[in-house]
Every structure is written in C-alpha cells, then in structure tokens.
C-alpha cells in the first residue's frame, strides 16, 4: 500500500528525515517510536503533505502512485489520514457541517453520490456512540473549548467517519489518562480490517499495550535505526532510549 | 476642487434646486447650509477622518439627481434587490424621493408611511429634521439636511407589533453625468411597539454618484427595532451615511450594518441611550476587494444608567483594499451600572490590504463594566491545512473559514430570510475573491 523510500526532509533548511525506508501492507499495524527530535512527527506531517516540510529525496509511493505529486486534500481523498497530536481549534465552523463537508468532497472524489443531511446524521450517531463522544460536541466548533481528551477522541471520530485506508496517528496518546486511551485505543481496533493500515507514532511503549502492532520502527536522529515486532517496544521501554543513544542502535 | 470651489459648487445646486419652496422646509434648509458653507467637507487633518481621505469625492462635479422617470423603470426589475419570503412593505426611494409607483404593499399597515409631499405630515417631519443631529454634526450632514428632495418618515405608533420585515430600498439611478443623492429617512417606533426594518442602497446600472444619506431614529419607551442596513451601491459609487438613533427607557435597538459596495464609504451611527434599562447592539460587516475604502465609525453614548451595550464589527478584506472602524463609548456621570462590549475584528486576505482600527473609552461614571478588543489577522494556515488534511478542497476551506469568520457579525440577525439572503452576498463575495 504504502512505500517510503530513503526518505530525506526538511523544515526551514534544516534536514530532519535522513533516509526513511518503510514499507505499509494492506491489514498492517506499524508503530514509530522514538526520543524527542528524532523526527516521527516530521515524518506523520510529510505523509499528511504540510507545505512547510520540503521532501529533498526519496520517493513516498501510494499504490504506485507518487504521493508527492498531491495536495493535502488530494492525500485525504486517495485515504490518507492523519490523527494530529495538536488537533486545531476552528471557531465558528461546527464538528458536524466540517465532517459532513469532508466526507461528501472524499465522496465525490472517489464517484459516490454525496450524503445527505439525515444520513449523515444517522450514520454519525452511531460512530460517536462507538468513540463515547459527547453528542452536544457534534454541534460545537471544531474542537474550540475541547478538553485534551475530548480533542484526541474527536480525531478518531472523524478517523472513524472517514473511514481511510492508512491512518497515521500522531502521538495521539500524549496528555490522556487512561480511560481516554483506552477509548481511543478501542476505536482504532474496531476499525482494524484487512483493507486498511495504522501507522502509530508514539514516545510511550503505553498505547501499544491497547493496539497492539504488526511492526515496531524506532527513528532515531532521522533514521530507522531498528525494526522488529511488539517485543522490540518492550526492550525500549525497559532500557529507555538511552540504549540507542550509546550506539545499540545500528 | 478646493474647499472654495466645493462650497461654490454646492451653493450653485442649492441655489437651483426645483422644490425649495415645496417641501416646506425653506428656513431649516437655509440654516443647514449656512452651516454647511462654514464647515466645509472634512479635511485630512480632522482627527475623525485621518484614515479616510476623501479627495477622490470632491474631485467630481456632481449634479443633483433629477426625478426618477417611474415610467421608465418596471417594478419587476427591482425584484432582485428584494429579499425573497418577506412579505411586508417594499418602499422605494428613487434619487432620494419617495416612489409609491414602484413600491409595493402600502396599504392597510399598522403604521404611517408619509414623505414631506404629505400636506398633513409635513410640520411632523419638519420638526424631527429641525431636532436632528445632522443639522449641525459635519458638512455631510448639514448638505444632506440642507439639499435632500425629500424626507421619508415610518411612524409607528404605540403598542404596535409590526410582524413582517418593512424593506426600504434607496435606488440611485445612475446617470452618465455623476449625480449627488440625499436620502433622507425618518423612524420612530413608538411606545411597547416592535418592527424590523432593512434599509438597503443600491443602483440598477454601474455608474459614478454620490449617496450623502441621513436617517433618524427613535425609539421610545419598551419599544424595539431591528434594523439591518445594507450598504450595496455601485463599485465606483460614493457612500457617506449617517445614522442617529435615540433611545428612550427600556428600549432596545438592534442593528446589523453590512457594507459591500462603493469605491469609498462610510457609515456612521451614533446611538444614544437616553432612559435607563436601554440595551443596543451595533453589528457590522464590511467585505471589501480591489481598491475599496470602507469606513465604519460608530459612538455610543450612554447617558442614562443601567444600560447596555455591545458592539461587534468585523471586517474581510481582499486585494488593496482598505478598512477603517473607530468605535467610541462614552460613559457620561449618571450612567451608573453601564455594561458596554466593544469588539472589531479584521480578517485581511492579502498582504496589501489594511485595516485601521481605533477603540475609545471615554468614562465618567465609576461603577461600571466596559471593555473594547480589536484585532486584526490573516487566514489561519494550521486550521488551512487541517480542513484540507480531510479532504475539503484549498478554496473550499479557505471559503469555510472566511464565513465562520464573517459569521460571527450576522448571528443576530433573527429573521431567516433576512439571514439567508445575507448570506447569499456573502458567498457571492467569496466567490468572486476566491479565484
């Protein structure tokens, strides 16, 4: 589905990506863990198409498609998806006209009939049961007011509305207690098939105890440095990322 | 033209002006353009003009506008200017004169519609436009009460509640000659009365004039207005009004000014809260492009205690455009327990447009609450990128987020339709800068 390969980026000249390889099959659930700075955000936003990263190298590759050569919203519309760890405040605009207006510009691009309003509605309340949201949250702006929680859970409520085929979820557990992460952690699983992939970025080995991954990377000043499966999240955690640090890690 | 030849200019069209004798108002006219010659139009220099230069307006040499030939104009051309599902009167004032030919549905209303050609309202009307401020508040207003062809005059009596929207559209008709409007208006809500009012300025042909328009309100005891004005002239038009409303005890005035069209205006509104427990709420949005100035000034005068009043102005501006908002609050010494919120936010959508903001508090009384904000910013580009990261189009978000911006200034507007054609200029405006 997804192919990254060496992978250079950078953010107002300075050079944060120094060569990623990644590949993302069908069904997959790939976690990206890393110190601070090593540059997983970076990488979340370069697959998400924010302008201000500049791809120096390297190819992203979408079903043989070049990522590169589209727009955020042209990203959004092929199924790319991306969670944001500091999800943005929109006043005046609600939850539900914002989400309506997505998923019908994802519709069309895709040759499907847009949905109507009671559909919609049908269709949201359903999902929002699923994520435990709050349903007077639905007509308030985008995120203005929202608890930590309460933003984060309205990421995966769109992620759920959306239905993408690779979402990225950027450090999505920073800042919830448990119960919240346990509630985002459900719906990510509960949208779990063969058909879509996760790419999970996380500082903590703690999310991936509730979604448990197919693949560990771990970016180190740029690079991967070491894959493996789930028992590589436990060895980090464990040793903590010193361990990388001193060298263990090529 | 100098500040001589202007006066000389003007003095020429007083002078020959049709109707003098007619309308009754010989000695007030007279007055006010005494006061005129000696004010002279605003310079550069005057503190309340330092952002709006007006010289492009005095370079021309308008004519008074003649009578609109009704004949010559169908009523069905008007119907674009009407707001569809609002089944009150529809008053048009043509070249500043009202036209019972093209208006519709004046029969059978709860309350008076009569213009100075009515012998029995006449002395009524005289004396409002005697009372007024604009006699002597600035050159404009002293040539508008000294040259305007007519006085347009709703009186509302007490215990009225008018249930459909009254539209008034002030029609300029265009000419190949620049010409100069007066339009002059007149309300007055009475007693425990009710009634929404859209006053509306526009011209069926793209051309040169000058609308210089007054309009007096009043309000008396528990009585309301809601009052939309829709400033939508011509793009190489000349707008300059002034609203002065006064409130009397427990009334509430509410009004949305919406500024779209001209090359320069401006809109001033003094509302002056006269009778405790009176409530005002000033609106505005201005959605300017190209080289377009628009000014808003407002002041609000609280003079009685238990007042209150809120104030919220917001302004997108594409291209070259400029903005201008001064809002002042004046808190007089008995006006006790004032509530007054002032608020001007700007939204510019270019790097060469600009918006001048001035804010100004002026309290006498100690036991009060007053606090102003004003700001001004472009589009957002993080919540840019986060509507886009889910599939909504770069043109799409970026409509989305002006709306929700300009919104905020509309939210008050009660009557639906009202609201949705509002919004219809609105996306037309989008429209037309967004490509």
């Given at each position: 589905?997804?192919?990254?390969?060496?992978?250079?980026?950078?953010?107002?000249?300075?050079?944060?990506?120094?060569?990623?390889?990644?590949?993302?099959?069908?069904?997959?659930?790939?976690?990206?863990?890393?110190?601070?700075?090593?540059?997983?955000?970076?990488?979340?936003?370069?697959?998400?198409?924010?302008?201000?990263?500049?791809?120096?190298?390297?190819?992203?590759?979408?079903?043989?498609?070049?990522?590169?050569?589209?727009?955020?919203?042209?990203?959004?519309?092929?199924?790319?998806?991306?969670?944001?760890?500091?999800?943005?405040?929109?006043?005046?605009?609600?939850?539900?006209?914002?989400?309506?207006?997505?998923?019908?510009?994802?519709?069309?691009?895709?040759?499907?009939?847009?949905?109507?309003?009671?559909?919609?509605?049908?269709?949201?309340?359903?999902?929002?049961?699923?994520?435990?949201?709050?349903?007077?949250?639905?007509?308030?702006?985008?995120?203005?007011?929202?608890?930590?929680?309460?933003?984060?859970?309205?990421?995966?409520?769109?992620?759920?509305?959306?239905?993408?085929?690779?979402?990225?979820?950027?450090?999505?557990?920073?800042?919830?207690?448990?119960?919240?992460?346990?509630?985002?952690?459900?719906?990510v699983n509960s949208l779990r098939n063969e058909k879509n992939a996760f790419i999970v970025v996380t500082h903590y080995q703690r999310l991936l105890d509730y979604i448990v991954p197919d693949f560990v990377h771990v970016l180190y000043k740029g690079q991967i440095v070491k894959s493996g499966t789930k028992e590589l999240a436990l060895e980090l955690e464990e040793k903590g990322y010193d361990w990388l640090k001193n060298g263990n890690g090529r | 033209m100098d500040t001589k030849n202007i006066i000389e200019h003007f003095s020429n069209l007083y002078a020959g002006q049709i109707d003098s004798g007619k309308i009754g108002l010989a000695a007030i006219r007279d007055e006010a353009f005494a006061r005129f010659s000696a004010l002279g139009f605003p310079k550069p220099k005057d503190e309340e003009w330092r952002f709006t230069d007006i010289s492009p307006l005095l370079d021309i040499p308008?004519?008074?506008?003649?009578?609109?030939?009704?004949?010559?104009?169908?009523?069905?051309?008007?119907?674009?200017?009407?707001?569809?599902?609002?089944?009150?009167?529809?008053?048009?004032?043509?070249?500043?004169?009202?036209?019972?030919?093209?208006?519709?549905?004046?029969?059978?209303?709860?309350?008076?519609?009569?213009?100075?050609?009515?012998?029995?309202?006449?002395?009524?009307?005289?004396?409002?436009?005697?009372?007024?401020?604009?006699?002597?508040?600035?050159?404009?207003?002293?040539?508008?009460?000294?040259?305007?062809?007519?006085?347009?005059?709703?009186?509302?009596?007490?215990?009225?509640?008018?249930?459909?929207?009254?539209?008034?559209?002030?029609?300029?008709?265009?000419?190949?000659?620049?010409?100069?409007?007066?339009?002059?208006?007149?309300?007055?809500?009475?007693?425990?009365?009710?009634?929404?009012?859209?006053?509306?300025?526009?011209?069926?042909?793209?051309?040169?004039?000058?609308?210089?328009?007054?309009?007096?309100?009043?309000?008396?005891?528990?009585?309301?207005?809601?009052?939309?004005?829709?400033?939508?002239?011509?793009?190489?038009?000349?707008?300059?009004?002034?609203?002065?409303?006064?409130?009397?005890?427990?009334?509430?005035?509410?009004?949305?000014?919406?500024?779209?069209?001209?090359?320069?205006?401006?809109?001033?509104?003094?509302?002056?809260?006269?009778?405790?427990?009176?409530?005002?709420?000033?609106?505005?949005?201005?959605?300017?492009?190209?080289?377009?100035?628009?000014?808003?000034?407002?002041?609000?005068?609280?003079?009685?205690?238990?007042?209150?009043?809120?104030?919220?102005?917001?302004?997108?501006?594409?291209?070259?455009?400029?903005?201008?908002?001064?809002?002042?609050?004046?808190?007089?010494?008995?006006?006790?327990?004032?509530?007054?919120?002032?608020?001007?936010?700007?939204?510019?959508?270019?790097?060469?447009?600009?918006?001048?903001?001035?804010?100004?508090?002026?309290?006498?009384?100690?036991?009060?609450?007053?606090?102003?904000?004003?700001?001004?910013?472009?589009?957002?580009?993080?919540?840019?990128?986060?509507?886009?990261?889910?599939?909504?189009?770069?043109?799409?978000?970026?409509?989305?987020?002006?709306?929700?911006?300009?919104?905020?200034?509309?939210?008050?507007?009660?009557?639906?339709?009202?609201?949705?054609?509002?919004?219809?200029?609105?996306?037309?405006?989008?429209?037309?800068?967004?490509?």
């Amino acid at each position: 589905m997804l192919k990254i390969q060496n992978l250079h980026a950078n953010i107002e000249g300075k050079e944060i990506l120094k060569g990623i390889d990644l590949q993302v099959n069908p069904g997959e659930v790939h976690a990206i863990m890393g110190p601070n700075g090593s540059g997983k955000s970076t990488l979340a936003n370069v697959l998400a198409g924010r302008e201000e990263y500049q791809v120096t190298q390297g190819t992203i590759l979408l079903d043989d498609q070049n990522l590169l050569e589209l727009s955020p919203e042209e990203r959004a519309r092929k199924g790319i998806f991306l969670a944001f760890q500091y999800p943005v405040e929109i006043p005046g605009v609600s939850n539900a006209y914002f989400l309506r207006t997505a998923l019908n510009e994802i519709r069309k691009a895709n040759g499907l009939e847009e949905m109507d309003a009671a559909d919609f509605l049908m269709m949201i309340r359903r999902k929002m049961k699923k994520i435990e949201l709050d349903n007077d949250l639905l007509h308030r702006p985008v995120n203005e007011g929202f608890s930590g929680g309460e933003k984060k859970k309205n990421e995966i409520f769109q992620m759920a509305v959306l239905e993408p085929r690779l979402a990225i979820l950027d450090e999505t557990d920073s800042g919830l207690d448990i119960d919240a992460l346990r509630v985002v952690a459900n719906g990510v699983n509960s949208l779990r098939n063969e058909k879509n992939a996760f790419i999970v970025v996380t500082h903590y080995q703690r999310l991936l105890d509730y979604i448990v991954p197919d693949f560990v990377h771990v970016l180190y000043k740029g690079q991967i440095v070491k894959s493996g499966t789930k028992e590589l999240a436990l060895e980090l955690e464990e040793k903590g990322y010193d361990w990388l640090k001193n060298g263990n890690g090529r | 033209m100098d500040t001589k030849n202007i006066i000389e200019h003007f003095s020429n069209l007083y002078a020959g002006q049709i109707d003098s004798g007619k309308i009754g108002l010989a000695a007030i006219r007279d007055e006010a353009f005494a006061r005129f010659s000696a004010l002279g139009f605003p310079k550069p220099k005057d503190e309340e003009w330092r952002f709006t230069d007006i010289s492009p307006l005095l370079d021309i040499p308008f004519t008074q506008a003649s009578d609109v030939d009704e004949s010559g104009i169908l009523a069905q051309s008007l119907d674009s200017f009407w707001i569809p599902d609002v089944d009150g009167p529809k008053i048009v004032v043509a070249n500043g004169v009202l036209s019972k030919g093209l208006s519709q549905r004046l029969n059978n209303l709860p309350f008076k519609i009569s213009s100075v050609y009515d012998a029995k309202q006449a002395k009524v009307i005289a004396e409002f436009v005697k009372n007024s401020p604009a006699a002597d508040s600035n050159g404009f207003t002293a040539l508008n009460t000294s040259l305007m062809r007519d006085a347009l005059f709703l009186d509302v009596p007490a215990n009225t509640n008018v249930r459909e929207p009254v539209q008034i559209l002030f029609l300029s008709s265009g000419s190949e000659k620049p010409q100069a409007i007066f339009p002059r208006l007149i309300v007055r809500i009475g007693r425990n009365s009710r009634m929404t009012l859209i006053e509306s300025y526009a011209s069926r042909h793209e051309s040169i004039y000058f609308v210089n328009g007054v309009s007096d309100i009043h309000i008396e005891e528990n009585a309301s207005l809601h009052h939309v004005r829709l400033q939508a002239d011509s793009a190489s038009a000349f707008h300059i009004g002034h609203s002065f409303v006064e409130q009397k005890q427990d009334s509430r005035y509410q009004s949305c000014s919406i500024s779209i069209g001209s090359r320069i205006s401006r809109h001033h509104i003094s509302a002056i809260l006269d009778g405790s427990g009176a409530e005002t709420r000033l609106d505005g949005l201005y959605l300017g492009k190209g080289e377009q100035l628009l000014d808003n000034h407002t002041l609000i005068d609280h003079k009685a205690a238990h007042c209150q009043s809120h104030e919220l102005y917001r302004g997108v501006l594409a291209d070259k455009a400029r903005g201008v908002f001064s809002g002042k609050i004046l808190v007089e010494r008995n006006a006790q327990k004032t509530d007054a919120i002032q608020n001007n936010n700007g939204l510019l959508l270019s790097e060469e447009a600009r918006i001048d903001s001035k804010p100004q508090l002026e309290i006498y009384a100690d036991d009060v609450r007053c606090t102003h904000g004003a700001t001004v910013g472009q589009l957002d580009d993080e919540a840019l990128f986060y509507l886009k990261s889910r599939g909504i189009g770069h043109n799409t978000a970026k409509g989305i987020l002006i709306y929700a911006f300009a919104e905020e200034a509309l939210k008050n507007i009660e009557s639906k339709p009202i609201r949705t054609y509002v919004d219809g200029i609105l996306n037309r405006f989008f429209r037309e800068v967004n490509t």
